[in-house]
Nanobody, 121 residues
Framework: QVQVVESGGGLVQPGGSLRLSCAASGSISSINAMGWYRQAPGKERELVATITSGGSINYADSVKGRFTISRDNAKNTVDLQMNSLKPEDTAVYYC???????????????WGQGTQVTVSS
């Protein structure tokens, strides 16, 4: 079993900052990509940022220059620093990792339960 747990969501005013953290644990042999996705009410889940084990990073255009993703490969953790937050960033943020369990030869996507981020005055 692989578990993915997020933390750090909350309510923040426009222009403020939040930091999300995510930890993957369990029967993990290795992790390739880790990342963050979000889903706003009435909208589809969308990519926010991803980072590979080698450090390659991809951001959605809407968050470039405001959000920073970072990763600790030794701890199987990934963080998302969110600055200059806007009301349109309001969503449930989900952590995702592509992990290979000890009992399998392939990589599979695992999702956290989500954490709410609300940007409002």
């Amino acid at each position: 079993q692989v578990q993915v747990v997020e933390s750090g969501g909350g309510l923040v005013q426009p222009g403020g900052s939040l930091r999300l953290s995510c930890a993957a644990s369990g029967s993990i042999s290795s992790i390739n990509a880790m990342g963050w996705y979000r889903q706003a009410p009435g909208k589809e889940r969308e990519l926010v940022a991803t980072i590979t084990s080698g450090g390659s990073i991809n951001y959605a255009d809407s968050v470039k220059g405001r959000f920073t993703i970072s990763r600790d490969n030794a701890k199987n953790t990934v963080d998302l620093q969110m600055n200059s937050l806007k009301p349109e960033d309001t969503a449930v943020y989900y952590c995702n990792c592509h992990a290979r369990p000890y009992y399998s030869g392939g990589y599979y996507p695992y999702w956290g339960q989500g954490t709410q981020v609300t940007v409002s005055s």
